[in-house]
């Protein structure tokens, strides 16, 4: 059981708990468009996430009751469409200023939106969004971050209690990572657009770095150099400056 947060204006004010379900993101999408007068800023959080949905169509699985599994409804109806990438790079930096103030060393943003500590991952954003016509009707932002789970079946992922060597309280955490995704998205919503991107370039991983990578089924040295307003990467191979999508290019590590 979790208790709304006392900390924010309004991210989590309003708080569905479920101790079981398959998917927050898709319980809170539903809410979002059969409820048009859901509070923004509601939290949809479990304790046991059955089928958990990560991006590119991959799956999210979690120890049941060890770490945060949650998703966020927003209406960031005073966003342009072609800014809609934005919404992962607030939530991005709201996970990182979270970490890091929490005492993980080297945190970094895997574009689009992973975190990682070192080179290991420990937590992942699902961003999904409504839209009618042309105008964003509402968006999930769907967080599954590693706390106190101890044991992975994959490699290069951690939690917050592997990286600090103790155990945390889930409530505690939940509270000041709301606060944090509530200070950005204030940014967002004041436009400060360029800050935003600021801040995401400083944290990126890999950037201006040159590393191995695949695309099209090729794989080729490049060196990341940002990304560009629509949130596509963008990489210098050879001289030369290519974009891509997440689902077009792959790190190797
Ligand atoms: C990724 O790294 O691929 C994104 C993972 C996002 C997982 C979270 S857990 C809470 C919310 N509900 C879901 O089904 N997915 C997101």
């Known amino acids: 059981m979790h208790k709304i947060p006392a900390n924010t204006l309004f991210v989590g004010k309003n708080l569905v708990f479920m101790p079981e379900c398959h998917s927050t993101?898709?319980?809170?999408?539903?809410?979002?468009?059969?409820?048009?007068?859901?509070?923004?800023g509601t939290v949809v959080i479990t304790a046991n996430q059955t089928a958990g949905r990560g991006q590119r169509?991959?799956?999210?699985?979690?120890?049941?009751?060890?770490?945060?599994?949650?998703?966020i409804i927003l209406r960031p109806?005073?966003?342009?469409?072609?800014?809609?990438?934005?919404?992962?790079?607030?939530?991005?930096?709201?996970?990182h200023d979270y970490l890091s103030e929490r005492g993980c060393p080297s945190v970094f943003i895997k574009w689009p939106n992973d975190m990682y500590v070192a080179d290991k991952k420990?937590?992942?954003?699902?961003?999904?969004?409504?839209?009618?016509?042309?105008?964003?009707?509402?968006?999930?932002?769907?967080?599954?971050?590693?706390?106190?789970?101890?044991?992975?079946d994959i490699e290069n992922v951690t939690s917050?209690?592997?990286v600090l060597d103790r155990q945390v309280g889930l409530?505690?955490?939940?509270?000041?990572?709301?606060?944090?995704?509530?200070?950005r998205y204030l940014q967002l919503r004041a436009s400060r657009f360029s800050s935003l991107m600021e801040n995401y370039l400083q944290v990126m991983y890999w950037l201006n770095e040159v590393?191995?990578?695949t695309a099209f089924g090729d794989t080729f040295e490049g060196t990341i150099c940002g990304?560009?307003?629509?949130?596509?990467?963008?990489?210098?191979?050879?001289d030369q400056e290519r974009v891509f999508e997440t689902k077009e290019i792959r790190y190797e590590q």
Not at 86 to 92: G, V
């Open 25 to 40: 993101n898709s319980l809170a999408l539903n809410l979002c468009q059969q409820s048009p007068f859901i509070a923004e």
């Open 211 to 213: 590393h191995s990578f």
């Open 57 to 71: 169509g991959n799956t999210w699985d979690s120890e049941p009751g060890m770490n945060l599994t949650f998703s």
């Open 171 to 183: 409530q505690e955490e939940l509270e000041i990572l709301l606060s944090k995704i509530e200070a």
């Open 122 to 152: 420990i937590c992942g954003v699902l961003v999904e969004n409504q839209i009618q016509g042309n105008e964003l009707n509402g968006s999930v932002i769907g967080i599954g971050l590693n706390i106190n789970q101890q044991h992975f």
């Open 77 to 95: 109806n005073f966003l342009a469409t072609s800014k809609l990438f934005y919404l992962n790079i607030f939530s991005a930096l709201a996970i």
């Open 227 to 238: 990304v560009d307003q629509a949130g596509k990467l963008r990489v210098r191979i050879k």
């Open 160 to 162: 917050l209690s592997l």
